[in-house]
Nanobody, 128 residues
């Protein structure tokens, strides 16, 4: 069953902003304080790659070099929601974006094997 749900994808022109959201699909999925919630993306013809992550209790954030300075991740703990604001979008940001949970408390941000629950993804298309 789906346990994380992404929203906010769509189409944008280069230079514009889109904001994605991620939240549990129901009350049965609990985000514990040690969790990292990450955003990943899969660009056409490429492997899935880490984009950004936030540690739930520490509110520590980490970004891939390709998005640093353009993307911002945040969380609203009271709403169990994680968002990803994507500024200055580029055509190369076109991808399916996924959120996922990582229960490993050692801040293994970009180790895909540590993420155990994934959303179904949301498409982001950026045109030039």
């Amino acid at each position: 069953q789906v346990q994380l749900v992404e929203s906010g994808g769509g189409s944008a022109q280069a230079g514009e902003t889109l904001t994605l959201s991620c939240a549990p699909s129901g009350p049965t999925f609990v985000i514990y304080s040690s969790y990292v919630i990450g955003w990943w993306r899969q660009r056409p013809g490429k492997e899935r790659e880490f984009v950004a992550g936030v540690h739930w209790r520490l509110n520590k954030k980490y970004y891939a070099d390709s998005v640093k300075g353009r993307f911002t991740i945040g969380r609203v703990a009271a709403e169990n929601t994680v968002w990803l604001q994507m500024d200055a979008l580029e055509p190369d940001d076109t991808a399916v974006y996924f959120c996922a949970s990582n229960p490993d408390g050692r801040l293994s941000w970009s180790d895909e094997s540590k993420y155990d629950v994934w959303g179904q993804g949301t498409q982001v298309t950026v045109s030039s």
